[in-house]
């Protein structure tokens, strides 16, 4: 078992940044891919980005390319998503999850252990 905790999450302005922390414990974190995802009220939970166990691989969604970073700490079984030049569309529960394998994309099945979300407000 991995038990996640997400933390970081807040109301920010058009443009503002944020940064997002995953806490890890259970079973070894670092034997674990990561990702992040986020569900909008009304809406599907949708990939945002993923991470290897190794934190050399990763992949986002078009969405937020190019402005959100995802990373991650194994020496301190944290995982990041640094969330800059943020618009109202991210307006979202943000979940980090974690799953065996070495990058496990944005395929949301493929996830074993959840957080329970943090919310992520971005409104002027």
């Known amino acids: 078992q991995v038990q996640l905790v997400e933390s970081g999450g807040g109301l920010v302005q058009p443009g503002g940044s944020l940064r997002l922390s995953c806490a890890a414990s259970g079973r070894s974190f670092s034997t674990h891919a990561m990702g992040w995802f986020r569900q909008a009220p009304g809406k599907e939970r949708e990939f945002v980005a993923a991470i290897s166990w190794s934190g050399y691989s990763t992949s986002y969604s078009d969405s937020v390319k190019g402005r959100f970073t995802i990373s991650r700490d194994n020496a301190k079984n944290t995982g990041y998503l640094q969330m800059n030049s943020l618009k109202p569309e991210d307006t979202a529960v943000y979940y980090c999850?974690?799953?065996?394998?070495?990058?496990?994309?944005?395929?949301?099945?493929?996830?074993?252990?959840w957080g329970q979300g943090t919310q992520v407000t971005v409104s002027s």
């Open positions: 999850a974690a799953g065996l394998g070495y990058s496990l994309g944005p395929e949301i099945f493929k996830y074993d252990y």
